[in-house]
């Protein structure tokens, strides 16, 4: 048995922000092959030396690998070099877990919420593209499952091929534990969270918060409620459904075609091949032989304005890029024996110094919302951060603020080769054809704010 403690007074337990900052720092997986089953290692020192649980001392490693550095075949300084790789580099390959959604049941149920769907094709299609589908293999007896799930705001979170769940790097926090997977966008975020019960052969999504236009699917704990928000964000109806559906195509079915703007006088609840809530283009059991309803509630929304749009990806500034982030910014005190230390803290994540203010944007829970200039000698992953709004290169921040291209209009074309007009940042450009480099509705360049609706420079009227 392990001893509870090292020669140190060193409890082995490490605690939980710490573990939270090892797995942002290992991009939530094994930090040599990459696989998202992993343990938390002590590197150098080891455990058995070390004083303190420091995320600079302890990486994320899969049971193989852990076991190849036990057995002296993978030297801890290899670790440790990879391991700093990880935290420096931009693109790292996602974290990769080919057990989570491997099951061996013989009967499949999916649990939302608190509605159960039995032995459906898909559980969730949108606009004929499956987010969650499983099928039966015929040599195992199991199911394959295989899925693609975006998050609040429309960015991709994860994607699940034959049972391989390929996970995000790019995130606040991806944490497995056991048999649950959670996926945060920010403390107080969950963008994802499921359960598997080997026991009962279930899958239980308990949370999920994800936006496909016009539609977004909301699971919070027992409620799962669907909307269709009009084109112009003016308005939006909220499905919710509670029940049993049995042996069918597919479990929630989203059809954008048939949405118009949502107006409740037009909504009608149409039985038989499943429930399709009329003038929605939603329907709950799909072609399916069976549901009982517990509950079905409709009602309308004024949508005050458009989801936010915030830029938490992978965007890692090059050497003379500056960037910015949106947040409260926290002094913490660390006493030394000597002296104390003050601490910077945005948005949760640490900096290695105070970030430099650039206006205050508002209030929120008591926090001074500002916008802050983030040195480029902080940790790039701090792009990864919720408030991230964007980067500048050095010469643009001499310039007044309209000048200060941040992205432009450009033609983009979908799966379907539908074009559409997108705004993606100047870096991003590539082939598309620029439409316009000035929004039109402000008569000014695009700017990283507008992301967030607010503007530093000038007070908001409202
Ligand atoms: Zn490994």
């Known amino acids: 048995m392990a001893a509870e403690t090292n020669r140190h007074g060193l409890k082995r337990t490490i605690p939980a922000t710490v573990k939270r900052e090892v797995r942002q720092r290992s991009k ?138 390929i996970g995000p790097t790019d995130i606040w926090d991806v944490e ?47 409620r799962m409620i669907v909307r269709q928000h009009a084109d112009d964000y003016s308005c939006a109806i909220d499905v919710e459904v509670e029940g049993d559906f049995n042996y069918g195509d597919c479990a929630i079915y989203l059809d954008s075609s048939e949405t118009k703007k949502p107006e409740l006088g037009d909504v009608k609840i149409v039985g038989g091949k499943g429930v399709w809530i009329e003038g929605t283009g939603i329907w709950f059991g799909f072609g399916n032989q069976g549901s009982r309803l517990r509950k079905v509630g409709v009602w309308n929304e004024g949508c005050e304005k458009r989801p936010s749009k915030k830029i938490h990806k992978s965007i890692y500034p090059s050497a ?31 900096l290695d110094s105070r970030p430099c203010s650039w206006g205050v944007i508002g209030i929120e829970d008591k926090n001074k919302i500002e916008l802050f200039h983030i040195s480029r000698q902080e940790p790039e992953d701090f792009a990864v951060n919720n408030g991230f709004v964007g980067f500048y ?4 921040l001499e310039q007044e603020w309209s000048d200060k291209v941040f992205e432009a209009e450009v033609l983009c074309e979908d799966e379907e080769s539908h074009s559409y007009s997108a705004r993606v940042k100047i870096a991003d450009i590539g082939v598309r054809e620029v439409i316009a480099r000035i929004n039109t509705q402000t008569g000014k360049p695009f700017h990283p704010q507008e992301f967030q609706g607010v503007t530093p420079w000038k007070q908001e009227s409202e």
């Open 320 to 350: 003379d890029q500056n960037y910015f982030v949106i947040g409260a910014l926290e002094t913490r005190l660390k006493k030394h024996p000597q002296w104390t230390e003050e601490l910077f803290y945005l948005n949760g994540q640490q």
């Open 28 to 165: 939530f997986g094994c930090v040599i092959c990459r696989s998202a089953i992993y343990q938390y290692e002590h590197i150098l020192p080891e455990f058995k030396d070390a004083r303190e649980h420091s995320p600079d001392c302890i990486a994320l490693l899969c049971p193989t690998c852990h076991s190849s550095v036990t057995k002296k075949r993978l030297p801890k300084e290899v670790v440790q070099k990879q391991y700093e790789k990880i935290q420096r580099e931009a693109s790292t390959a996602p974290p990769r877990d080919n057990e989570y959604f491997v099951n061996h049941y013989q009967n499949l149920r999916v649990d939302i919420g608190k509605s159960r769907f039995n032995e459906h094709r898909a559980i969730i299609n949108i606009d004929g593209t499956d987010v969650l589908s499983y099928k039966k293999d015929e040599d195992s007896g199991g199911y394959v499952v295989t899925g693609k799930f975006f998050d609040s705001n429309g960015n991709k979170l994860f994607e699940i091929i034959d049972n391989e769940w």
């Open 176 to 222: 497995q534990e056991g048999t649950r997977l959670v996926i945060r966008g920010g403390s107080r975020e969950i963008l994802f969270d499921a359960l598997k019960n080997e026991d009962n052969a279930t899958l239980k999504i308990n949370r999920l918060n994800m936006y496909v236009s016009p539609f977004h699917i909301v699971v919070d704990k027992d």
């Open 393 to 396: 290169a050095d010469d643009v």
